[in-house]
Every structure is written in structure tokens, then in C-alpha cells.
């Protein structure tokens, strides 16, 4: 079976960053990989992916400070989060989908195959 296991999350004051990082096992083709995110008041909201072809994607209110990478050898991806902001709070999901190659939008929830354990991340003002 395909796992998922996710890390990086942390505590930071507003302006700071961090990498989380997505290790995925069990899949031998290429797949997407992204993170949604779910804070208190807010819906669970698809944040940035990248998909089979290395496409990448990431909405509006992320757009210049997050990007997504991936060292396809050691099958993790990254998501590099730069000029955090308070509204970032999260547990962030990682998310595993064999069926998206090329992506222009956050995949629906129903195509996701396997997902992380959660990461927090807390952006103080």
C-alpha cells in the first residue's frame, strides 16, 4: 500500500519559513503529491501539488511564497513555505494521488489515494 508520511511543521513568527517535506513508499510510477490545509473557521482548502510531469500549482494567497519541489530518486517532496503569515495557521495535509499528472488546480479530495498524518504550523504576528 501506499504511505505517506509528512514533516516540517513549527512554530514561527510572521515573515519566517519552513519546508515541510512528503515522503511517499509503495508507488513505483509517477504520481502527485500536494498539501491541503484545515485551520479553525476556515474549510479544508488545497494549498499547493505538483503533479506526474512536475507541474506545479499553488493558489492565489500563497502565490510568490510557497513552492513546490521534488527529488523524484528519493521520492519526497517538498513544500517550501517563505514570508509566512498568521493566516497560514494549519495543520497541513500531504496528499498522494496516482491519477494527476499535469495540474493547473488543486485536485478534488475524492482522487486523493493516501494521505499524511498532519503537520501543525503556527505563525505568530
Known amino acids: 500500500d501506499v504511505q505517506v508520511e509528512e514533516s516540517g511543521g513549527g512554530s514561527v513568527q510572521a515573515g519566517g519559513s519552513l519546508r515541510l517535506s512528503c515522503a511517499v513508499s509503495?508507488?513505483?510510477?509517477?504520481?502527485?503529491i500536494g498539501w491541503f490545509r484545515q485551520s479553525p473557521g476556515k474549510e479544508h482548502e488545497g494549498v499547493a501539488g505538483i503533479g506526474g510531469d512536475d507541474s506545479t500549482f499553488t493558489i492565489r494567497s500563497v502565490k510568490d511564497r510557497f513552492f513546490v519541489s521534488r527529488d523524484n530518486a528519493k521520492n519526497v517532496a517538498y513544500l517550501q513555505m517563505n514570508n509566512l503569515q498568521p493566516e497560514d495557521t494549519a495543520m497541513y495535509f500531504c496528499?498522494?494521488?496516482?491519477?494527476?499528472?499535469?495540474?493547473?488546480?488543486?485536485?478534488?479530495?475524492?482522487?486523493?489515494?493516501?494521505w499524511g498524518q498532519g503537520t501543525q504550523v503556527t505563525v505568530s504576528s
Open positions: 496528499a498522494f494521488s496516482s491519477r494527476v499528472n499535469n495540474i493547473q488546480n488543486m485536485p478534488s479530495r475524492s482522487l486523493i489515494e493516501a
Open positions: 509503495g508507488y513505483r510510477y509517477s504520481y502527485f
